[in-house]
């Protein structure tokens, strides 16, 4: 088995220098970083990881919990937001360490703080759909270093929040059809106590109460499934007068809401959040773009900004953006 003794003599450094990189320090100049850690992976070195948190009570992981709604684990938003954590992670010597639960409740009472408190990871990076999800404040309550979405924690605590402003996603979803002449405009969104749902839905609501249009009767709620939100869709469309436009709000209910359109034979819009197969239509449909491998590397950057310095990084809000069936970006205020 390769050693670091043997990265080291082929790189023609110290071992200690070998250490130094592989552990993600910065006294160590970038050309030599490079240099050992190409030779590392040519090498195919292993590092002990259990040795090393044993000595040094560092195990160099984070912890990854994705606590999901039934549905939600087939969402590609997963695909991209792991693997933007796991490239940030790994830039700084870190390794991912996943926790996934799927049920009713996201996830039950799994003790979010247990990689940690066994030693097996230094701090924990949480998606959860919950609203008030109280796993999470006893994370905040017990000083575990971890990252989370829109949180409003305690002075002092050990908590990061990073996250996707989807309060103005709704705002500018809501815009864009406007824009686009719609008056009437449905709204399928995630189950009620999901945080993302929620927040969508209030900026939604909000632009189009300023607009004078009632959306209260055009907002459906369910699982994330292609059946419920085709079901959904088919049920706005029933009404009378029937939505010109729907939003949906994650790639996993968009195809849904195509379907019941293509079945009404009605000439309605569905803007829906981006995915690779929607890039596919034709004709091309109007999407939401998430920044979701960017929302991996910033959770991960900032729980190691964390767990380096001690103190949380100021909160970040990553921004969507809307890109029309010809491939521009929707600016605010734009009439279409």
């Not at 071992?15 to 050992?36: C, E, F, I, P």
């Not at 079901?231 to 968009?254: D, E, S």
Request: net charge positive; with cysteine.
């Amino acid at each position: 088995m390769v050693g670091m003794r043997d990265v080291a003599r082929e790189a023609g450094v110290h071992q200690s220098t070998v250490s130094r990189v592989l552990n993600g320090s910065d006294l160590v100049n970038m050309r030599t970083a490079r240099r050992v850690r190409a030779i590392a992976e040519r090498l195919e070195f292993v590092p002990n990881t259990i040795g090393r948190a044993l000595r040094t009570r560092v195990a160099r992981t984070l912890a990854v919990h994705a606590a999901l709604v039934p549905g939600q684990a087939a969402d590609p938003f997963f695909t991209f937001f792991l693997k933007g954590l796991g490239t940030a992670a790994a830039d700084h010597g870190y390794a991912i360490l996943l926790h996934y639960t799927e049920g009713q409740r996201g996830g039950g009472d799994t003790d979010l703080a247990s990689p940690v408190r066994s030693g097996h990871a230094d701090g924990v990076v949480v998606l959860s759909p919950r609203l008030n999800d109280p796993r999470i404040r006893r994370l905040v309550e017990e000083q575990i270093p971890c990252v989370l979405g829109r949180f409003d924690g305690p002075m002092g605590s050990r908590a990061a929040c990073v996250d996707i402003d989807n309060e103005a996603t709704g705002r500018r979803a809501a815009q864009f059809c406007l824009a686009r002449g719609h008056r009437r405009i449905g709204l399928i969104a995630e189950p009620a106590d999901w945080e993302t749902g929620i927040h969508v839905t209030t900026g939604f609501r909000a632009v189009l109460r300023g607009a004078g249009c009632d959306s209260a009767r055009l907002i459906r709620r369910g699982p994330l499934t292609f059946n419920a939100a085709r079901a959904a869709a088919l049920g706005l469309l029933g009404q009378r007068p029937a939505p010109t436009a729907i939003v949906t709000t994650t790639p996993l209910l968009v195809f849904g809401a195509l379907e019941a359109v293509r079945q009404s034979g009605r000439p309605v819009m569905v803007l829906g959040v981006d995915s690779p197969l929607l890039t596919c239509l034709h004709p091309a449909a109007p999407r939401i773009v998430a920044p979701v491998e960017e929302l991996g590397r910033a959770m991960a950057s900032a729980l190691i900004a964390l767990l380096r310095s001690g103190t949380p990084p100021p909160p970040t809000m990553l921004q969507t953006h809307i890109i029309d069936e010809r491939g521009k970006i929707f600016k605010e205020g734009a009439t279409l």
